[in-house]
C-alpha cells in the first residue's frame, strides 16, 4: 500500500509569467514521471522518462493554446 503520494510546487509570482509557466510544467513532468514508493527514494533527475514527460506536457500546452492564452509567453 502507498503511503501518501503528494507533490506540491511553489511558485513565486513575482517573475514573470512565462518563467513561472515553464517551471509549473517542468515540475509536473517530475509528478508525471514519480515511480517511487515514497520520497525517501526520490531523487528528482532529468532522465529520459522525465523528458518525454515534459515534452509530451509542453506539446499539450501549446497545442491547447495555454502559449497564447497566457499572453506573453
Ligand atoms: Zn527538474
Same mark, same amino acid.
Given at each position: 500500500? !502507498? =503511503?501518501?503520494?503528494? !507533490?506540491?510546487? +511553489?511558485?513565486? *509570482?513575482?517573475?514573470? !509569467?512565462?518563467?513561472?509557466?515553464?517551471?509549473?510544467?517542468?515540475?509536473?513532468?517530475?509528478?508525471? @514521471?514519480?515511480?517511487? *514508493? =515514497?520520497?525517501?527514494?526520490?531523487?528528482?533527475?532529468? =532522465?529520459?522518462?522525465?523528458? *518525454?514527460?515534459?515534452?509530451?506536457?509542453?506539446?499539450?500546452?501549446?497545442?491547447?493554446?495555454?502559449?497564447?492564452? @497566457?499572453?506573453? +509567453?
Amino acid at each position: 500500500m !502507498l =503511503s501518501k503520494r503528494k !507533490l506540491i510546487v +511553489y511558485i513565486d *509570482v513575482k517573475y514573470p !509569467l512565462h518563467f513561472c509557466i515553464d517551471t509549473l510544467l517542468h515540475e509536473y513532468g517530475h509528478a508525471i @514521471s514519480w515511480r517511487h *514508493v =515514497s520520497m525517501d527514494a526520490y531523487i528528482p533527475d532529468h =532522465s529520459d522518462e522525465w523528458g *518525454v514527460c515534459f515534452a509530451r506536457i509542453y506539446r499539450d500546452f501549446v497545442d491547447e493554446g495555454g502559449d497564447k492564452e @497566457s499572453g506573453n +509567453y
